[in-house]
């Protein structure tokens, strides 16, 4: 039915890798907060990834899975500061998604703005919907 | 931890519990989040000459950001729209949050509003505080005995 579903585990995703400083990093890696949204002509995810902009971030299509990988900046509080509170962790973002083999993988579009990501998948053409005349006989 | 967090006076125990019956709420019942508030989590960093709070609101336009400093108290209110979607139905995940977030949070020391900077970058908000002048910590010179 649908055309995407995401599987895998940021460690899933960490241990997959053959990429092992970036696991090895003492930063953490979470899984963006993700919207998935189909419609007849396309599917769209939309993910959650402050921090990020379109320098740090990085879109990987292989095979059937799409990854989307966030590097987010170390922030450095003015010097003698300390922190009083702690209520979010800060970390990079990692998620892949199973893309069903009817998209149009050339046409996967991205657009980053404001810490959000919103990504197009159009579905393959034969998949759209058609009307068939009947004509009578 | 939770000597810093009763330092602040805002420490609500319910939060908590909240935040956990929101996310069974999203889970079992993926119930519209329109209608639910949302309060955004903040990290605060604290100097001599003032504070620094950072907060995540990622989608969000700065235009759609309200930010109020009164004697001790912060306040960060907002909204996110949601995509404009014709069927709620052919939603395959939805765990993004949306609509209007406000938190108030009470400041361990006044602050100064007009020196106050807001910066948001990226989907991350920094509200650089600084304490007025007269309030900052001061060395006492101990006069020594004759």
């Known amino acids: 039915?649908?055309?995407?579903?995401?599987?895998?585990?940021?460690?899933?995703?960490?241990?997959?890798?053959?990429?092992?400083?970036?696991?090895?990093?003492?930063?953490?890696?979470?899984i963006p907060k993700s919207d998935i949204y189909e419609t007849d002509e396309a599917v769209y995810i939309w993910a959650d990834m402050p921090g990020v902009d379109e320098k740090s971030l990085d879109i990987t299509l292989e095979k059937n899975s799409l990854t989307i990988e966030g590097h987010v900046?170390?922030?450095?509080?003015?010097?003698?500061?300390?922190?009083?509170?702690?209520e979010y962790p800060v970390g990079n973002y990692k998620r892949t998604f199973t893309l069903g083999v009817?998209?149009?993988?050339?046409?996967?579009?991205?657009?980053?703005?404001n810490g959000f990501l919103n990504l197009t998948i159009p579905k393959a053409k034969e998949t759209v919907a058609r009307k068939i005349s009947i004509s009578a006989g | 931890m939770l000597d810093q967090m009763t330092y602040w006076e805002t420490w609500d125990p319910f939060h908590e519990i909240r935040q956990l019956q929101e996310e069974m709420?999203?889970?079992?019942?993926?119930?519209p989040k329109e209608t639910q508030k949302n309060s955004p989590l903040f990290n605060v960093w604290s100097g001599q000459d003032g504070l620094v709070v950072r907060s995540e609101l990622p989608g969000v336009s700065p235009d759609n950001i309200n930010i109020t400093v009164e004697?001790?108290?912060?306040?960060?209110k907002g909204s996110l729209?949601?995509?404009?979607?014709?069927?709620?139905?052919?939603f395959i995940r939805r765990e993004r949050k949306h609509g209007d977030f406000s938190r108030k949070v009470k400041l361990p020391y006044r602050v100064d509003p007009e020196q106050t900077e807001?910066?948001?970058?990226?989907?991350?908000?920094?509200?650089?505080?600084?304490?007025?002048?007269?309030?900052?910590?001061?060395?006492i010179i101990i006069k020594s005995e004759y």
Do not use: W
């Open chain 2, 71 to 76: 004697g001790q108290d912060l306040t960060i």
């Open chain 1, 73 to 86: 900046e170390d922030y450095f509080p003015p010097e003698d500061y300390f922190q009083v509170m702690d």
């Open chain 2, 25 to 31: 709420n999203q889970t079992y019942y993926d119930q």
């Open chain 2, 118 to 139: 807001a910066q948001f970058r990226n989907g991350v908000l920094t509200v650089t505080l600084k304490r007025p002048q007269e309030d900052k910590p001061r060395k």
């Open chain 1, 102 to 113: 009817n998209v149009q993988k050339d046409g996967i579009q991205g657009v980053v703005k």
């Open chain 1, 1 to 30: 039915m649908s055309n995407i579903e995401s599987t895998k585990t940021s460690e899933e995703a960490c241990s997959a890798t053959q990429d092992q400083y970036k696991c090895s990093e003492t930063k953490k890696t979470y």
């Open chain 2, 81 to 90: 729209k949601p995509h404009e979607t014709k069927d709620r139905e052919r």
